[in-house]
């Protein structure tokens, strides 16, 4: 049996720079919203506004007006929707085609910093726990792995992440469940595609920076 | 500092996360808090123009600290390697002395043949030189241009020799460097940084001491800069200032130190390096000038040479030059074609251009990647196109440039009617960089060559295409001509074409290998014997090569080095040199000979990076059969430096160029082998660093408050209608205004605004604001705002954040707001033209503009 594949993201090194979102774009085809003629979102530098089949990214990270640059992630291979390319309801294929020759996915390679790592889920984990050890022995006491168990809840999502905070910072359930939102059409979902497991809206709060810079929200400075 | 890197270079950003994993710490000061600061350990607010304060304040900090005073280190770097014990002229006057200026300012006056150079003064430096003996006997450098001695050119650049500078080892002569930038940076106390730059005291004083903590023997700190350090009346002095900051640190030379210039991804290195500037032939040389002693070849050699540095092989350079242009045509006898060579008349820099053409003074231009109808004080760079007779735009799409004609807001609204344009303007469509052959230099220095991946759509032309064919076609144009002027064309030696046998890529396409020779070098009497590095230079014509830096990139026809593409295994500590190939010579860390000791060796085991091996044994010379003594550089990089010379050598008496120097002079590009943190040539601003307060400003300059700006910065089209300026805390423009660029737009958007998953993802011009801002003014996020400078208004979105806002400026509240520049009228992604905001003033170095700090008012429209 092959090796099972998947992806690592250390959010400690993402910078939001949205490569991995308009590089999945580009190698699988995926349209731009309206033609690429939209409205600003007044969400910061941030215009995607949802992430859905045809907006997929790793590692959302929108800051928010209330304290500066708070993160808010949403996992990507949760993400069920329809293609509107290809007309059927898909999730991310780890970019099937490049695998077939030997390409790692395109989000990964286009990612500048390796924030996104793809790889054997072994090696990786084996990667990410040197990683958490690192940053602890380096004084980051609550660098945590998220999803890595293939045991737990989230076992064969084979996508986890590096947090610096408990779930709840980030607003991630501890227990997470099937993304049941996102299977409101399920009439063209297939059996398989219904049983991967996902997160739905996970939001947080990149709360450490916060306190040490936003100093209590309402200072309206230069902050 | 001066950069958004995350943001901006996200690419390069890999390094800093890379160092990051490794424990560094990050360090962001900037007026906004952007993705940068949001990974960065500490972010330190500053009022946008201020940096020279800032960096003034941690170069006090760090000449009074007690570590840089106890740790021998730095005391041993600053006295070996730089110029602090170097004793200045009697007659020099410091700012300290004369309140905000130096020694020698005067008044400039326009030459009348181009009076666009812009200057508000003028200084004459030579009260800034180094305290010298006389000059040793020899020939007169004017009786050798007069009775026109050589090639070899040696004696020349020998009677160049100034005689020995004076110096004070112990630093304690009062006339000395140190001595002096201790005086003149004495008034930048952390109050005054708080004051001046609106950074809180004790934020400044954690990156000082975070600096001194990572700066020594085993420890350096490195600082990364883009436009935001450039784009000033002062731009220049603000990076002189950081490189004052790392030489006094010992941060020069070393790994993982230095100041890195974050430049436009990739082809704004090479296009200084093989210019497109008006004003350097290749490899940094100036341009011959009307304006200056250059009107012969031996008298541009005598003015352009420094005879103690590696510049004292100029005349190799110029020689090597002259034969790639002129070829067979140019020879000793004729001088190597030098009178053929244009001159340039001032400053022909992009806006003093523009300056002229809106007096009608330019009558065409080629437009090649670059979209002007949205740049620097847009509505009068508009009113100067309109003046052209033609104008070729060279593009990927109908761009603002393209289009300016129909579809400008000054056309839009009936101020300008299209009928009354009488330019003609010509459009070719472009390729693209996976359609062509080519090289890259990246910020590195580093060349890595591209192959052509597809075919270019319908017509579309490469720009090697389109001025390879404008060559030829230019030259037929002048065949025949018998008038001096057009010699340089009749002369010109353009042999692009591929070989017979060879298909070019496109039809008429040049062979792009054949360009990279050319600027490698090669044996004139064989142009397939390619040059193996800069060091085979001859100032006799045997050797020709447009760009003496490249020298070394494509030594052999089957080794083009800037395609290789093998990296040093990992944990092996290098310097990847055989991936692409970095002038000069392949080094990656300029300057490396300050990485070790006086003695050789490296200050540290962690910081090893280039040293004297004393005991390696040297092949004997080729040419003498007689080998050197035992003893080599070694180490990661390529040395930078003379390989066998000993860390003891001596400056040989007679010598010139390398010759001059000692065992201990790291810094050979210099004439003194040392790094300037006293800067006696070369700027036109002062030697030391000074803040002056950007052209428009709301407060007065409280450093030195009888010079508020500097007194010689430029501004063009002054007085002019189409340049109007604010005064001083212009109640008018109350607020300081940044313009800044975006990780999804690039530059002017021809490459971005066009394509759909780009413009989608920033779909629309906005004006960020922090919320005491908005809530005066009533504006709610999203709203549409209208915003305001001396030059004309604009419409933006308001974008209200806590990421930018309110400065306490000497006691005074000042509101900062910043906007992107990356849009226009055109493409998929479209809103005003933010540089119709800015304004005509700038570097007096560089003739860069002021787009970093000037004022502005916001209503809500």
Redesign the interface.
């Given at each position: 049996m092959p090796e099972a594949m998947g992806f690592f993201t250390d959010t400690?090194?993402c910078?939001?720079?949205?490569?991995c979102?308009?590089a999945c774009?580009?190698w699988n085809q995926l349209?731009?919203?309206?033609?690429?003629?939209?409205?600003?979102s007044?969400d910061?530098?941030d215009?995607?506004r949802k992430l859905d089949g045809t907006h997929w990214r790793h590692v959302k990270?929108i800051?928010q007006?209330?304290?500066?640059?708070n993160?808010r992630w949403l996992m990507m291979s949760d993400v069920i929707d329809m293609n509107p390319a290809a007309g059927t309801a898909q999730k991310c294929t780890l970019c099937y085609d490049r695998m077939q020759v030997g390409l790692e996915p395109a989000c990964a390679k286009a990612c500048?910093?390796?924030?996104i790592q793809f790889g054997p889920i072994a090696e990786l984990r084996t990667r990410a726990q040197k990683?958490v050890d690192?940053l602890k022995a380096?004084g980051e006491k609550r660098a945590r792995l998220y999803g890595d168990d293939p045991n737990g809840p989230l076992g064969g999502l084979n996508s986890f992440y590096l947090l610096v905070d408990e779930p709840e910072v980030y607003g991630l359930p501890r227990d997470p469940k099937l993304p049941s939102r996102n299977l409101k059409s399920s009439g063209v979902l297939s059996a398989a595609t219904g049983a991967v497991l996902g997160l739905v809206a996970l939001v947080g709060l990149?709360k450490r920076?916060m306190d040490e810079?936003?100093g209590g929200g309402?200072?309206?400075?230069?902050? | 500092m001066g950069s958004n890197m995350?943001?901006c270079h996200?690419?390069a950003?890999?390094w800093p996360?890379k160092a990051?994993?490794n424990?560094a710490k990050l360090i962001h000061v900037d007026?906004r808090?952007t993705?940068?600061?949001?990974?960065a350990d500490l972010?330190v607010?500053i009022r946008a123009g201020s940096d020279i304060a800032f960096l003034g304040g941690l170069i006090n900090y760090v000449v009074n600290s007690r570590r840089w005073n106890t740790d021998p280190f730095f005391k041993e770097f600053v006295v070996n390697y730089t110029n602090a014990a170097t004793i200045i002229n009697k007659d020099f006057k410091d700012t300290e002395e004369l309140e905000g200026v130096f020694s020698g300012l005067g008044s400039f006056s326009e030459p009348p043949g181009w009076p666009y150079n812009g200057f508000q003064g003028r200084y004459d430096t030579a009260s800034w030189q180094y305290e010298r003996d006389p000059k040793p006997p020899g020939p007169k450098t004017e009786d050798l241009i007069a009775r026109r001695a050589g090639p070899p050119f040696d004696d020349l650049v020998r009677s160049l020799k100034p005689g020995p500078a004076h110096r004070d080892p112990t630093l304690q002569n009062p006339r000395c460097v140190f001595q002096i930038l201790k005086r003149h940076f004495s008034r930048y106390t952390p109050e005054m940084v708080e004051q001046v730059c609106?950074s809180p005291k004790d934020k400044f004083i954690q990156v000082a001491e975070a600096l001194l903590a990572n700066s020594g023997r085993d420890r350096t700190s490195a600082f990364a800069y883009a436009v935001a350090w450039t784009q000033h009346t002062y731009g220049v002095q603000m990076i002189s200032c950081c490189a004052l900051l790392q030489l006094l640190l010992g941060n020069v030379g070393r790994p993982g130190a230095g100041v890195m210039a974050l430049r436009g991804h990739a082809a704004i290195q090479g296009s200084t390096d093989v210019p497109t500037l008006y004003h350097s032939i290749h490899g940094y040389m100036n341009a011959p000038s009307a304006l200056r002693p250059h009107e012969s070849l031996r008298a541009y050699m005598a003015a352009e040479t420094t005879p103690t540095s590696y510049y004292g092989n100029t005349p190799k350079f110029l020689v090597s030059y002259l034969k790639s242009m002129y070829g067979a045509a140019a020879t000793a006898d004729n001088d190597f074609g030098y009178d053929w060579h244009p001159k340039i008349l001032g400053d022909h820099s992009h806006i003093a251009t523009f300056a002229a053409m809106a007096e009608g003074k330019v009558k065409g231009m080629c437009c090649v990647g670059q979209n002007p109808a949205t740049s620097l004080n847009g509505s009068a760079t508009r009113l100067a196109l309109r003046q052209l007779d033609w104008l070729v735009v060279k593009d990927n799409w109908l761009t603002e440039t393209a289009t300016y004609w129909y579809q400008a807001p000054e056309v839009k609204d009936g101020r300008v009617h299209s009928g009354d344009i009488k330019t003609e303007i010509f459009f070719f469509p472009s390729t693209q960089i996976a359609e062509y052959d080519g090289s890259f230099t990246n910020t590195q220095r580093m060349l890595q060559w591209h192959s052509k991946a597809v075919d270019a759509p319908g017509d579309c032309r490469t720009d090697t295409w389109f001025y390879h064919n404008l060559a030829k076609r230019t030259k037929k144009a002048y065949a025949g001509s018998t008038a001096p002027r057009d010699q340089g064309w009749n002369n010109l030696l353009w042999d692009f074409d591929p070989d017979p046998g060879v298909k070019p890529i496109y039809p008429g396409e040049p062979d792009a290998l054949k360009i990279l020779r050319e600027i490698n070098g090669y044996m004139t009497a064989d142009p397939h014997q390619h040059l193996p590095g800069f060091a085979a230079l001859k100032d006799d014509g045997s050797t020709t090569c447009a760009s003496w830096i490249y020298c070394g990139c494509y030594p052999a026809p089957d080794q083009n080095m800037s395609a290789r593409r093998e990296p040093d295994p990992p944990g092996v500590p290098g310097a990847h040199l055989k991936w692409g190939w970095a002038w000069p010579a392949n080094r990656r860390v300029m300057y490396n000979r300050a990485s070790a000791d006086p003695r050789g060796n490296p200050w540290s085991e962690r910081k090893r990076w280039v040293w004297w091996d004393p005991t390696f044994v040297n092949p004997p010379d080729p040419k003498t059969g007689i080998a050197p003594p035992r003893g080599k550089w070694v180490g990661y990089d390529v040395p930078d430096f003379a390989v066998t010379k000993a860390p003891d050598a001596k400056p040989k008496p007679d010598g010139i160029a390398l010759d001059a120097l000692s065992g201990t002079d790291a810094f050979i590009m210099r004439g003194d082998g040392r790094g300037w943190l006293f800067v006696p040539t070369g700027l036109l601003d002062g030697p030391l660093p000074t803040h002056y307060e950007p052209h428009e400003s709301p407060v007065q300059n409280m450093l030195y408050p009888k010079h508020q700006m500097s007194p010689v910065h430029k501004v063009w089209s002054a007085g002019k209608p189409w340049n109007p300026l604010a005064s001083v805390g212009d109640p008018k423009y109350p607020h300081v205004i940044t313009t800044y660029r975006?990780?999804?737009m690039y530059l002017a958007g021809a490459m971005s605004r066009w394509?759909?998953?780009?413009?989608?993802?920033?779909?629309?011009l906005?004006i960020e604001m922090?919320?005491?801002l908005a809530?005066e003014k009533g504006i709610r996020?999203?709203d549409w705002v209208i915003i305001s400078s001396p030059r004309g208004h604009i419409r933006a979105?308001a974008?209200?954040?806590?990421?930018?806002?309110?400065?306490q400026i000497a006691g005074k509240a000042i509101h900062?707001v910043g906007m992107p520049w990356h849009w226009g009228w055109a493409g998929?992604?479209t809103g005003d033209v933010v540089n119709d905001l800015t304004a005509w003033v700038g570097d007096p170095n560089v003739s860069i503009h002021e787009g970093k700090a000037f004022v502005c008012n916001v209503e809500k429209a």
């Open positions: 400690t090194i910078i939001g720079c949205k490569a979102e308009v774009k580009n349209p731009a919203t309206n033609g690429g003629v939209s409205e600003l007044g910061s530098y215009n995607t990270f800051e007006f209330e304290g500066p640059y993160g500048p910093t390796d924030s990683r690192q380096q990149r920076r810079i936003g309402e200072r309206g400075s230069e902050n | 995350a943001e996200p690419v950003f890999r996360m990051k994993l424990g007026p808090f993705r940068t600061s949001a990974v972010h607010p609106g975006l990780t999804e394509l759909p998953w780009l413009a989608e993802l920033q779909p629309e906005f922090g919320k005491a809530a996020n999203l979105k974008l209200v954040t806590d990421r930018i806002g309110v400065m900062h998929l992604s």
